[in-house]
């Protein structure tokens, strides 16, 4: 595929587009898109969101996991109009008032990161784990990350952050990032 900014250079006429609008992190982006253009590209490339990673554009690797009306999506595997009217919550939208979500301080303190390429992924992943089981056994954990992968295989440290977020986000009831 075409980058964005190469996509809307064409003069107008020549590409077929339609009008979305998509609210992220609580503020809504509306552009004219094509029909294939990737709603990860659409969240980097238009929105200029970069914390979403690619890393496989085929649903295998999970780093471009976003959640989507507060359920957890590759967003690699939806197109940007299939987005449209969607409430979407990114990394950059999981810190509040200028405090990193229990997911985040929990992945810095135990260190379930090693290069960070799938950190994001991971961090939007357990969040949806955790919204739907609040104290996950280890091997709930293992079970419910097993759509993302770690090329770094800092699988035991991840595992250690999420069980330590559970912890965090019951004492304080701060259940969720957009909630
Ligand atoms: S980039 Fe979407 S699953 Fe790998
Ligand atoms: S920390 Fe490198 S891919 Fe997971």
Redesign the pocket.
């Known amino acids: 595929m075409l980058p964005v900014s190469l996509q809307t250079s064409f003069p107008k006429g020549m590409l077929m587009t339609q009008r979305v609008r998509i609210t992220i992190n609580g503020k809504l982006f509306e552009s004219d898109v094509e029909p294939r253009l990737l709603l990860t590209d659409f969240i980097r490339g238009v929105a200029g969101l970069t914390g979403t990673h690619v890393g496989c554009e085929t649903s295998i690797c999970g780093a471009c996991t976003i959640l989507a009306n507060g359920l957890a999506v590759k967003s690699c595997t939806m197109f940007a109009v299939q987005a449209d009217g969607s409430d979407l919550v990114t990394i950059e939208g999981m810190a509040k008032d200028g405090q990193l979500h229990p997911l985040q301080q929990s992945f810095w303190e135990e260190h379930g990161?090693?290069?960070?390429?799938?950190?994001t992924g991971?961090i939007m992943c357990a969040h949806q784990l955790l919204a739907r089981n609040a104290t996950p056994t280890e091997a709930e954990i293992r079970d419910g990350l097993t759509g993302n992968?770690?090329?770094?295989t800092?699988y035991q440290n991840i595992v250690k952050a999420v069980q330590s977020a559970s912890g965090k986000m019951r004492q304080t009831q701060n259940v969720a990032a957009g909630d």
Do not use: E, N, S
């Open positions: 990161l090693q290069c960070g390429y799938c950190t991971m992968l770690c090329r770094c800092g």
